[in-house]
């Protein structure tokens, strides 16, 4: 069963610091990951994709895998309150195939 | 452009009824995807299509689901005999063409919320 995992939370965070969300999966193969921002009653949207280990930097948000640990995470600088979100992290096994998502990490961004 | 449409973004049934969801994906992307999501939980896949076929149906619940993409690109996911535990939001996404950069990056519609009574 290919699985992937994340603190559901809440995660709270003081707004201008520094939030760190964390990711395990289990399928060694998967090659592509996926961040993924969930608002209250609205749909997935993509934000952060990673495909090689390190990390990968875009505005405020930094996705970082390491594919030897299993690990993915997504760190927000500056956190807004507008960052106040589910994040759903997904992995994609196949490069054509379906994502796997976690749980969801919900987290609140103290005013 | 246009991103993801689905319809109807809401639809309240009876137990036993016959339902079909919507979908548009954007204008160019050949992959779609349905998932499903309940309350607390990331997205569960249901199908995907490459084209007009299923690639991959392994996550249909059972043989009361069936969707469709006739001619590559709307496709409709019908739901036979509806059971409360149907109740969910369904997402479906598109993909761009298989060979670019980032084609399996999947875009979501808005969601179908379909309540069961």
């Known amino acids: 069963q290919k699985e992937v995992e994340q603190n559901s939370g809440p995660l709270s965070v003081p707004e201008g610091a520094i939030a760190s969300l964390n990711c395990t999966y289990s399928d060694r193969g998967s090659q592509s990951f996926f961040w993924y921002r969930q608002y209250s009653g609205k749909s997935p949207e993509l934000i952060m994709s990673i495909y090689s280990n390190g990390d990968k930097e875009d505005g405020r948000f930094t996705a970082q895998l390491n594919k030897a640990s299993q690990y993915v995470s997504l760190l927000i600088r500056d956190s807004q309150p507008s960052d106040s979100a589910t994040y759903l992290c997904a992995v994609n096994p196949n490069r054509d195939d379906k994502i796997i998502f976690g749980k969801g990490t919900r987290l609140h961004i103290l005013p | 452009g246009a991103g993801v449409s689905q319809t109807p973004s809401n639809k309240v049934t009876e137990k036993g009824k016959y339902v079909e969801l919507r979908c548009d994906p954007i204008s160019g992307h050949t992959a779609l995807y349905w998932y499903r999501q309940s309350l607390g939980q990331g997205p569960e896949f249901l199908i995907y299509f490459q084209g007009t076929g299923a690639a991959d149906d392994s996550g249909l619940p059972n043989d009361r689901f069936f969707a469709v993409r006739p001619e590559g690109s709307v496709s409709t996911l019908k739901i036979q005999r509806t059971e409360r535990g149907d109740s969910a939001v369904y997402l479906c996404?598109?993909?761009?063409?298989?060979?670019?950069?980032?084609?399996?990056?999947?875009?979501f519609g808005p969601g179908t919320r379909l309540t069961v009574l």
């Open positions: 996404a598109s993909s761009p063409v298989p060979g670019t950069v980032t084609y399996n990056e999947q875009f």
